[in-house]
Nanobody, 125 residues
Framework: QVQLVESGGGLVQAGDSLRLSCAAS????????MAWFRQAPGKEREFVAA????????YYEDSVKGRFTISRDNAKNMVYLQMNSLQREDTAVYYC??????????????????WGQGTQVTVSS
Protein backbone atom coordinates (compact mmCIF):
# COMPACT_ATOMS: atom_id res chain seq x y z
CA GLN A 1 0.00 0.00 0.00
CA VAL A 2 1.25 3.46 -0.88
CA GLN A 3 -0.15 6.64 0.62
CA LEU A 4 0.26 9.81 -1.40
CA VAL A 5 -0.25 13.32 -0.06
CA GLU A 6 -0.21 16.32 -2.36
CA SER A 7 0.51 19.89 -1.33
CA GLY A 8 1.35 23.23 -2.86
CA GLY A 9 -1.87 24.12 -4.62
CA GLY A 10 -3.41 27.54 -4.41
CA LEU A 11 -4.76 30.60 -6.18
CA VAL A 12 -2.40 32.33 -8.59
CA GLN A 13 -2.61 34.74 -11.49
CA ALA A 14 -2.06 33.85 -15.11
CA GLY A 15 1.64 33.81 -15.89
CA ASP A 16 2.65 32.88 -12.35
CA SER A 17 4.44 29.75 -11.22
CA LEU A 18 3.55 27.12 -8.66
CA ARG A 19 5.25 23.96 -7.45
CA LEU A 20 3.22 20.97 -6.35
CA SER A 21 4.69 18.32 -4.10
CA CYS A 22 3.64 14.76 -3.44
CA ALA A 23 4.91 12.82 -0.44
CA ALA A 24 4.83 9.03 -0.63
CA SER A 25 4.72 6.77 2.38
CA UNK A 26 6.37 3.64 1.07
CA UNK A 27 10.03 2.96 1.68
CA UNK A 28 10.33 1.34 -1.75
CA UNK A 29 9.34 4.60 -3.44
CA UNK A 30 12.03 4.13 -6.07
CA UNK A 31 10.20 1.03 -7.31
CA UNK A 32 7.22 3.09 -8.45
CA UNK A 33 6.69 5.21 -11.48
CA MET A 34 4.96 8.47 -10.57
CA ALA A 35 2.57 10.77 -12.38
CA TRP A 36 0.40 13.83 -12.10
CA PHE A 37 -3.14 13.99 -13.40
CA ARG A 38 -5.67 16.80 -13.20
CA GLN A 39 -9.41 17.20 -13.33
CA ALA A 40 -11.09 20.46 -14.22
CA PRO A 41 -14.71 21.16 -13.28
CA GLY A 42 -17.07 19.27 -15.55
CA LYS A 43 -14.27 17.42 -17.30
CA GLU A 44 -12.69 14.01 -17.07
CA ARG A 45 -9.42 13.48 -15.30
CA GLU A 46 -6.49 13.85 -17.69
CA PHE A 47 -2.81 13.03 -17.76
CA VAL A 48 -0.34 15.82 -17.07
CA ALA A 49 3.11 14.32 -16.59
CA ALA A 50 4.91 11.15 -15.54
CA UNK A 51 8.39 10.15 -14.46
CA UNK A 52 10.04 6.75 -14.47
CA UNK A 53 11.34 5.00 -11.35
CA UNK A 54 14.82 6.42 -11.63
CA UNK A 55 13.75 9.79 -12.97
CA UNK A 56 15.63 9.10 -16.16
CA UNK A 57 12.64 9.63 -18.43
CA UNK A 58 9.70 11.98 -18.28
CA TYR A 59 6.47 12.29 -20.26
CA TYR A 60 4.13 15.25 -20.71
CA GLU A 61 0.74 16.07 -22.07
CA ASP A 62 1.14 18.32 -25.09
CA SER A 63 -0.45 21.43 -23.58
CA VAL A 64 2.03 21.54 -20.68
CA LYS A 65 5.22 20.73 -22.56
CA GLY A 66 7.77 23.47 -22.05
CA ARG A 67 5.83 24.91 -19.09
CA PHE A 68 5.64 22.07 -16.57
CA THR A 69 8.47 19.93 -15.22
CA ILE A 70 8.05 16.72 -13.25
CA SER A 71 10.87 15.54 -11.04
CA ARG A 72 11.44 13.18 -8.14
CA ASP A 73 13.74 12.79 -5.18
CA ASN A 74 13.94 9.12 -4.27
CA ALA A 75 15.93 9.86 -1.13
CA LYS A 76 13.02 11.92 0.20
CA ASN A 77 10.14 9.89 -1.28
CA MET A 78 8.95 13.01 -3.07
CA VAL A 79 7.72 13.89 -6.53
CA TYR A 80 7.26 17.44 -7.75
CA LEU A 81 5.47 19.30 -10.49
CA GLN A 82 6.94 22.68 -11.31
CA MET A 83 4.35 24.70 -13.19
CA ASN A 84 5.41 27.86 -14.99
CA SER A 85 3.48 30.30 -17.19
CA LEU A 86 0.22 29.11 -15.71
CA GLN A 87 -2.93 29.67 -17.73
CA ARG A 88 -6.59 29.74 -16.76
CA GLU A 89 -6.96 26.43 -18.56
CA ASP A 90 -4.62 24.86 -15.98
CA THR A 91 -7.24 25.36 -13.27
CA ALA A 92 -8.04 21.92 -11.85
CA VAL A 93 -7.59 19.55 -8.97
CA TYR A 94 -4.18 17.96 -9.39
CA TYR A 95 -3.64 14.36 -8.34
CA CYS A 96 -0.47 12.45 -7.67
CA UNK A 97 -0.46 8.78 -8.70
CA UNK A 98 1.92 5.86 -8.52
CA UNK A 99 2.31 2.39 -9.96
CA UNK A 100 4.65 -0.54 -9.70
CA UNK A 101 3.78 -1.83 -13.19
CA UNK A 102 3.27 0.00 -16.47
CA UNK A 103 0.30 -1.90 -17.90
CA UNK A 104 -1.36 0.64 -20.19
CA UNK A 105 1.30 3.25 -20.71
CA UNK A 106 2.42 6.17 -18.61
CA UNK A 107 -0.40 8.48 -19.66
CA UNK A 108 -3.25 6.06 -19.03
CA UNK A 109 -4.81 6.45 -15.59
CA UNK A 110 -5.65 2.74 -15.55
CA UNK A 111 -1.93 2.13 -15.10
CA UNK A 112 -1.88 3.74 -11.66
CA UNK A 113 -2.77 1.83 -8.52
CA UNK A 114 -2.44 4.52 -5.89
CA TRP A 115 -3.81 8.05 -5.83
CA GLY A 116 -3.59 11.05 -3.57
CA GLN A 117 -6.55 13.13 -2.44
CA GLY A 118 -5.74 16.01 -4.78
CA THR A 119 -4.78 19.65 -4.42
CA GLN A 120 -6.64 22.55 -6.00
CA VAL A 121 -4.90 24.87 -8.42
CA THR A 122 -6.83 27.94 -9.50
CA VAL A 123 -5.44 30.35 -12.07
CA SER A 124 -7.14 33.71 -12.42
CA SER A 125 -6.74 36.06 -15.36
Amino acid sequence: QVQLVESGGGLVQAGDSLRLSCAASRRTFSSYAMAWFRQAPGKEREFVAAVTRTGGSTYYEDSVKGRFTISRDNAKNMVYLQMNSLQREDTAVYYCASTGTIRFGYSDQRTYEYWGQGTQVTVSS
